[in-house]
Structures are given as C-alpha cells and as structure tokens.
C-alpha cells in the first residue's frame, strides 16, 4: 500500500499550485483521501478531504473557497487544486488515506493508516 504524493513548490502570494496523491495497493473506492500539513513547529492540521465513494468533500475553514480537492477513479489519484495562496499556507503537505470515515472524524489524522511521504509548499511574500 502506497500513497505518493507530488506537487508542491514555490509561488508567490496570490498563485496557484496543484498536488497530487497517486494510490496504490489499496481499494480506492473504499477510501477518504484527506490532505494534511505541517509547518515548522506546528501540529499536522487537516486540509482538505474526499470520499472517493459518494464524493463528499470537507475543507478546513482557513482553506474553504481556495482550495479544491478532487479525484480520478479510473488513475485511483486524489487532487489538491490551491489558489489565492498566502504565506500561512508555506507546510509540508502530506496526502492520507482511511476506512469509516464520516462527516465528524475526517479531520482526525489518528483515523488515517496509510501516508503518503510529503511534499513542500512554500509561498513567498
């Protein structure tokens, strides 16, 4: 089971960048895949999630309107679409998978089992 996530770089306050979480070894239909970051000296926060069966998505309020999370069944491949992006989105952004996932769990990384390595996002002022 793996998830790779790939993507990230640098960009300027107010660009736009695209991630990506390819899946395999697992059934992606059963799966949310969430997004998640870190920045220096933080804790992991949630960003963004997909129910890949069903398609609900749930984004973070700092994000909600910026970001768009998306998938592609057919590539088993999770999206993170960012724009409007600020300096206080710089993290590593790490993709997530889980089981039994609902509208009240999905923020809660202790759900997740599987991780994928991280990628960096850096925005510059």
């Known amino acids: 089971v793996q998830l790779q996530a790939s993507g990230g770089g640098l960009v300027q306050a107010g660009g736009s960048l695209g991630l990506s979480c390819a899946t395999s070894g697992l059934t992606f239909r059963d799966r949310t895949i969430s997004w998640f970051r870190q920045a220096p000296g933080e804790e992991r926060e949630f960003v963004a999630g997909?129910?890949?069966?069903?398609?609900?998505?749930y984004y973070a309020d700092s994000v909600k309107g910026r970001f768009t999370i998306s998938k592609d069944n057919a590539k088993n491949t999770a999206y993170l679409q960012m724009s409007g992006l600020k300096p206080e989105d710089t993290a590593v952004y790490y993709c997530?998978?889980?089981?039994?996932?609902?509208?009240?769990?999905?923020?809660?990384?202790?759900?997740?089992?599987?991780w994928g390595q991280g990628t960096q996002v850096t925005v510059s002022s």
């Open positions: 997530a998978a889980a089981t039994g996932i609902i509208a009240s769990t999905v923020r809660d990384r202790g759900r997740y089992d599987v």
């Open positions: 997909i129910r890949v069966s069903g398609g609900n998505r």
